[in-house]
C-alpha cells in the first residue's frame, strides 16, 4: 500500500483538484484506490458529488467506516464541516497525532494500494495526521512567487515532522499547477521554481484548462470528458499519473 498526501499550506493551488485527478488516473490503471478528505470544507468529496454521508469524522469519531465507492476501483472517506471540530478536540492528546495512522491500521483499509490524501490549507492537526499517516508528499503549486513562497515555508515545516513525528515521510515532488506559458513572467517563475526545487519538481506540468473546471463543475474526473479541447489535459494528467508511479516505483498494470 502507497499512502500519498496532496498538501500546501497555500490555499487555490489546485490540491484538491490534484489529487482527485490522480485518484481517477490510478484506478483507471486498475489499482484500488481510496481518497481520504481531511479538509473540513470538503472539496475533494464535493469534486466526486459525495456530499454529507458519513465519513473520516465518524471514522475517527464513532468507529462508524463508511468507504464509499465512487467509480469502479475509486473509493472515498468523505470529509465535512464536522472535521474542523476535531482540531480542539484533539489538541492536548497523546495520540492526537496519530488517530489516522492508527484507523488505516484497520483490516477494511488494507486491500487498497494507494490512499491519497486531501487536506486543508494549513499545518493544523488534521494535517498533521495526514502527514504522520502518509509515506510520501506531494506539493501542488501554481506558477507564482506567493505559491513559491508557501511551498518553501512547507518543506521547511515538514522537515521538523520528519524528526519528530514521521521520520519515513518522504517528499514525493512539486507539481506546477495552472501553467499558462504565454506570459513571460509565468515562465520565469517556473524557471525560478524549478532552479529552487531541483529534481523534486515534476517534469509533467499540468496547464491551466477550462476543461477542469467543467470537469468540477460536473463533479467528475476530467479523464472522462468529451469532445473538442479536452485531449491535452487528458493526456497531462495521464502523464502526470504516469509520473508518480514511476517515483514510486510502482508498475502499471494497463499496458
Known sequence: M?????????????KSTTCRECGFYLASQEFDVLLIDCDPQGNLSKGVNRENIPGLFDALESDEINIDEVDGRLSILAGDFR???LEKRYLGELDAYSKLK???????FAHFDFILFDTPPSLGILT???LVA???MIIPMKPSLYSMQGTNDLMNAVSKVKKTLNPSLSILGVIINEFNPIPVITRQIREEIESAFGSSVFE???SKSIKIEEAIASRDSVLKLEGSG???IKGEISALGNEILSRLGVESYVL
Open 2 to 14: 502507497k499512502k500519498v498526501i496532496f498538501t500546501n499550506q497555500k490555499g487555490g493551488v489546485g
Open 134 to 136: 502518509a509515506d510520501s
Open 230 to 232: 479536452v485531449e491535452k
Open 128 to 130: 498533521l495526521n495526514a
Open 83 to 85: 472535521l474542523s471540530l
Open 204 to 206: 509533467t506540468v499540468v
Open 102 to 108: 492508527d484507523l488505516l491500521g484497520r483490516e477494511e
